[in-house]
C-alpha cells in the first residue's frame, strides 16, 4: 500500500508545493559501536531505536548493517532533502554523553550542517544542566558559533553507576540555564518527555509537572514538550489550556499514528480541545530513525481525526491549513522564521534543482541505488 502512494515525483505533489514542511527533528545520528562509551547499555540505546525505526512501512526498514552507521553529512542532506518533501530542518542534536563519545547526535556535526548547507539546515543547541557554568559556557559558544535560537535537554543522566535526574524547575540547576538562555537571545527550550531508553527510568521521563513553574517563571520563553502521547498528554493539554507559551512536538507520536489511528486522534484531539486548536503543534521525524516522505504523504493526504472520537468527545477535526501548520508553518513561527525569505534562499540550490524531476525513493542515497 505504501509503496503507490508514497514514491511519486513532485509533479504529483501540487499539494504540497504551497506547503512549506519544516522537520524540527533531523539527527545526524553514530550508531557505529566505536561511538558506544556504556558498552552493552550503549547498545541496548541504540537498539531500542532501532526497534522503534521496524514499525517503518515494512518496505522502508533498514537491514542492521544499514541501519547502523555514523551518518556523514553528505548521505544525511541528500536523503532528506533528495528523497522527501522537507524544505528545511533542524539538525538536532543530543547531549547523551554520558552514554555515548559525541553525544549520539553531535553538537557539533550539527553546527557543521548549518555552515555547509545554511539554507538548509538550521542548528539548535543543547547542555547539560547538571553541568553548571560549564554548561553555560557551552551554550554561549553554540550561540556565538552556530547561531542557535533553541536548546533541547534531557532530564535523565547515566553516571555513578545510576541514572540521575534533574528538574525543569529546579532553581539552581535548571533556572540558570534559562537565564543565559533569555541573555543570549534563545527565545526556545525544548524538553525530552515519554520515552526511556536503555537503563533511563520511565519516571524520569514521564516527569511533566516540574515543567509548569518555569512557564509562568520565564514568560518570556517558548517552552516544547517533545513526544507528546507518550506518557504525559493528560498532563500538558491542562497546562496548554493556562499557558500560552507551552508549545508541543509529535515527532515519534506520529510515527505510531499511521498504525494506530485511533490513539493518536486522541493525542491530537486531546492537544486541539484544550488549547484550542493546533497552533502549538509542530512536527519532526525522528529523521534518521524514521523516513521523513512517508509521514508527510500519509498525514497530509490520508490522516484524518477518527469521526467517533469527534463525535464522542468533541475533539476539532484537523484541516488541511491545521495540517500545514503543524508540518511547517507552526514551527517557523515560534523559531521567528519567514516562510517567504526561507523558500528564496533555496530556490534553485543543489537539492531542488536535482529533486525537480522527481524525489529519489526512500533510502536510495545510502543504499547507492
Given at each position: 500500500?505504501?509503496?503507490?502512494?508514497?514514491?511519486?515525483g513532485l509533479s504529483d505533489?501540487?499539494?504540497?508545493?504551497?506547503?512549506?514542511?519544516?522537520?524540527?527533528?533531523?539527527?545526524?545520528?553514530?550508531?557505529?559501536?566505536?561511538?558506544?562509551?556504556?558498552?552493552?547499555?550503549?547498545?541496548?540505546?541504540?537498539?531500542?531505536l532501532y526497534t522503534f525505526?521496524?514499525?517503518?512501512?515494512?518496505?522502508?526498514?533498514?537491514?542492521?548493517?544499514?541501519?547502523?552507521?555514523?551518518?556523514?553529512?553528505?548521505?544525511?542532506?541528500?536523503?532528506?532533502?533528495?528523497?522527501?518533501?522537507?524544505?528545511?530542518?533542524?539538525?538536532?542534536?543530543?547531549?547523551?554523553?554520558?552514554?555515548?563519545?559525541?553525544?549520539?547526535?553531535?553538537?557539533?556535526?550539527?553546527?557543521?550542517?548549518?555552515?555547509?548547507?545554511?539554507?538548509?539546515?538550521?542548528?539548535?543547541?543543547?547542555?547539560?544542566?547538571?553541568?553548571?557554568?560549564?554548561?553555560?559556557?557551552?551554550?554561549?559558544?553554540?550561540?556565538?558559533?552556530?547561531?542557535?535560537?533553541?536548546?533541547?535537554?534531557?532530564?535523565?543522566?547515566?553516571?555513578?553507576?545510576?541514572?540521575?535526574?534533574?528538574?525543569?524547575?529546579?532553581?539552581?540547576?535548571?533556572?540558570?540555564?534559562?537565564?543565559?538562555?533569555?541573555?543570549?537571545?534563545?527565545?526556545?527550550?525544548?524538553?525530552?518527555?515519554?520515552?526511556?531508553?536503555?537503563?533511563?527510568?520511565?519516571?524520569?521521563?514521564?516527569?511533566?509537572?516540574?515543567?509548569?513553574?518555569?512557564?509562568?517563571?520565564?514568560?518570556?520563553?517558548?517552552?516544547?514538550?517533545?513526544?507528546?502521547?507518550?506518557?504525559?498528554?493528560?498532563?500538558?493539554?491542562?497546562m496548554m489550556y493556562r499557558?500560552?507559551?507551552?508549545?508541543?512536538?509529535?515527532?515519534?507520536?506520529?510515527?505510531?499514528?499511521?498504525?494506530?489511528?485511533?490513539?493518536?486522534?486522541?493525542?491530537?484531539?486531546?492537544?486541539?480541545?484544550?488549547?484550542?486548536?493546533?497552533?502549538?503543534?509542530?512536527?519532526?521525524?525522528?529523521?534518521?530513525?524514521?523516513?521523513?516522505?512517508?509521514?508527510?504523504?500519509?498525514?497530509?493526504?490520508?490522516?484524518?481525526?477518527?469521526?467517533?472520537?469527534?463525535?464522542?468527545?468533541?475533539?476539532?477535526?484537523?484541516?488541511?491549513?491545521?495540517?500545514?501548520?503543524?508540518?511547517?508553518?507552526?514551527?517557523?513561527?515560534?523559531?521567528?522564521?519567514?516562510?517567504?525569505?526561507?523558500?528564496?534562499?533555496?530556490?534553485?540550490?543543489?537539492?531542488?534543482?536535482?529533486?525537480?524531476?522527481?524525489?529519489?525513493?526512500?533510502?536510495?542515497?545510502?543504499?547507492?541505488?
Open positions: 500500500m505504501f509503496k503507490q502512494r508514497f514514491y511519486r505533489l501540487d499539494m504540497y508545493k504551497d506547503a512549506f514542511v519544516l522537520d524540527v527533528v533531523a539527527h545526524p545520528f553514530n550508531f557505529h559501536e566505536n561511538n558506544y562509551k556504556r558498552g552493552k547499555l550503549s547498545k541496548m540505546f541504540v537498539d531500542n525505526h521496524r514499525i517503518s512501512p515494512p518496505d522502508q526498514v533498514l537491514s542492521p548493517a544499514e541501519y547502523y552507521r555514523n551518518w556523514d553529512l553528505d548521505s544525511f542532506a541528500r536523503t532528506i532533502f533528495l528523497e522527501s518533501s522537507v524544505d528545511l530542518a533542524v539538525a538536532h542534536p543530543l547531549p547523551l554523553d554520558d552514554f555515548f563519545h559525541d553525544g549520539l547526535a553531535d553538537v557539533k556535526r550539527c553546527c557543521e550542517a548549518a555552515r555547509k548547507y545554511p539554507g538548509r539546515f538550521i542548528a539548535w543547541g543543547t547542555v547539560n544542566p547538571l553541568l553548571g557554568d560549564r554548561a553555560i559556557e557551552q551554550l554561549e559558544w553554540q550561540v556565538k558559533e552556530c547561531g542557535v535560537k533553541a536548546i533541547k535537554l534531557y532530564q535523565t543522566r547515566y553516571d555513578y553507576g545510576k541514572p540521575l535526574l534533574w528538574r525543569a524547575d529546579d532553581d539552581k540547576v535548571a533556572y540558570p540555564i534559562y537565564e543565559a538562555a533569555k541573555e543570549l537571545g534563545v527565545r526556545v527550550v525544548a524538553f525530552h518527555k515519554g520515552f526511556a531508553f536503555s537503563v533511563q527510568p520511565v519516571e524520569h521521563t514521564a516527569l511533566l509537572t516540574d515543567v509548569e513553574a518555569p512557564l509562568s517563571s520565564f514568560p518570556e520563553l517558548n517552552f516544547v514538550v517533545f513526544h507528546v502521547g507518550f506518557l504525559t498528554v493528560d498532563e500538558v493539554v491542562w499557558y500560552e507559551n507551552l508549545w508541543v512536538s509529535i515527532a515519534g507520536s506520529i510515527n505510531f499514528g499511521y498504525i494506530a489511528p485511533e490513539w493518536f486522534g486522541h493525542v491530537l484531539g486531546k492537544v486541539g480541545f484544550f488549547s484550542g486548536g493546533y497552533d502549538r503543534v509542530i512536527w519532526g521525524s525522528e529523521f534518521t530513525i524514521f523516513h521523513p516522505e512517508y509521514q508527510v504523504r500519509w498525514f497530509m493526504d490520508s490522516y484524518q481525526i477518527p469521526e467517533n472520537l469527534v463525535k464522542g468527545y468533541g475533539y476539532p477535526q484537523l484541516t488541511e491549513e491545521d495540517k500545514k501548520k503543524i508540518l511547517g508553518l507552526n514551527a517557523a513561527r515560534l523559531m521567528g522564521i519567514n516562510v517567504d525569505e526561507a523558500l528564496a534562499k533555496v530556490r534553485n540550490d543543489e537539492f531542488e534543482s536535482r529533486r525537480s524531476s522527481g524525489l529519489l525513493r526512500p533510502w536510495s542515497v545510502i543504499r547507492g541505488s
